[in-house]
């Protein structure tokens, strides 16, 4: 008589069975992988750190759950939402080889954006630390949640018609520079709101794929409405206008997106250049690049 190896999937009974196929189905539908964990683990691992250093701005949030009778009332789901939404994204098709330049590009973009604001006094958080370091990581996280909402639409809407996307990139974004100037007014005499106009101004005007500009400006706006939404109305951080929250800075978030994925690929252009010039980079640099 035959024996037969018995695998965990082979002994679980029905209901289990079912339950792990559906586990697999969506880990192959939203392409899983061993970078997925490494991030996701990542991910909560800046969550505990943030929580750890910053201890009485997360104690100060638990207390307010403890002077409540019925606390569940209190929870905030749109929070949650968020950070479901955001380890989704985050997990699907991870790879730690390109997603590491967004990472890069996303922690040094957002100290210097956070940097801006807060000097300026455009935006001030509750904390009024200027810039507070525990938001600086939300940049690269959302960095790479939208970089998975541009892979969606570009899949969703096909590389075959450009010339709409052109025509679509020279009505978006010279709007865009106009709302921005309007909003940065009141501190467009101090040298940083004159650095980001230029910046702007600079990924604006200089050659580009339209396309993928306006898709990965379309998907900044759909995450950033959210993050700004729960960020002015939680009054965790407050617009000079007071709005909750303010038109520009939802629009912000599309150019700060365009700004970030144009970064990454004149890094990874310099990159390749350097390797290419000095060969003990090569093998640094050289599968990555």
Do not use: N
Request: glycine share 6%; proline share 5%.
């Amino acid at each position: 008589m035959t024996s037969q190896l018995q695998t965990p999937s082979s002994m679980a009974t029905a209901p289990e069975r079912s339950l792990l196929e559906r586990w697999q189905v969506l880990r192959d539908k939203l392409r899983w992988t061993r970078s997925s964990s490494i991030l996701m683990g990542g991910f909560i691992l800046i969550l505990f750190l943030i929580g750890y250093f910053w201890w009485p701005l997360l104690d100060a949030y638990l207390r307010y759950f403890q002077v409540l009778d019925e606390w569940w009332r209190y929870i905030d789901w749109l929070l949650i939402g968020i950070f479901l939404f955001m380890s989704v994204m985050l997990m699907a098709g991870a790879d730690l080889k390109v997603d590491a330049w967004i990472i890069f590009v996303g922690f040094g973009g957002g100290l210097v954006i956070e940097s801006w604001g807060t000097q300026t006094e455009l935006w001030t958080y509750y904390t009024m630390e200027r810039p507070p370091l525990w938001i600086i990581p939300a940049w690269p996280i959302a960095s790479l949640s939208i970089d998975r909402m541009v892979r969606v639409l570009d899949h969703m809407t096909g590389q075959k018609q450009r010339a709409p996307f052109e025509v679509l990139y020279w009505l978006i974004f010279p709007a865009f520079f106009a709302l921005m100037l309007i909003f940065v007014w009141p501190t467009v005499d101090q040298s940083m709101t004159i650095m980001a106009l230029f910046m702007v101004a600079a990924f604006i005007l200089t050659p580009t794929d339209h396309r993928m500009a306006v898709l990965t400006f379309v998907a900044g706006i759909g995450l950033g409405y959210f993050l700004e939404l729960w960020g002015t109305t939680r009054l965790c951080w407050t617009y000079y206008t007071g709005e909750q929250p303010p038109f520009f800075a939802v629009m912000a978030h599309g150019m700060a997106a365009v700004a970030f994925w144009r970064t990454v690929l004149l890094v990874k252009l310099a990159t390749s250049l350097s390797v290419e010039r000095v060969p003990l980079l090569r093998g640094l640099f050289g599968s990555s690049a």
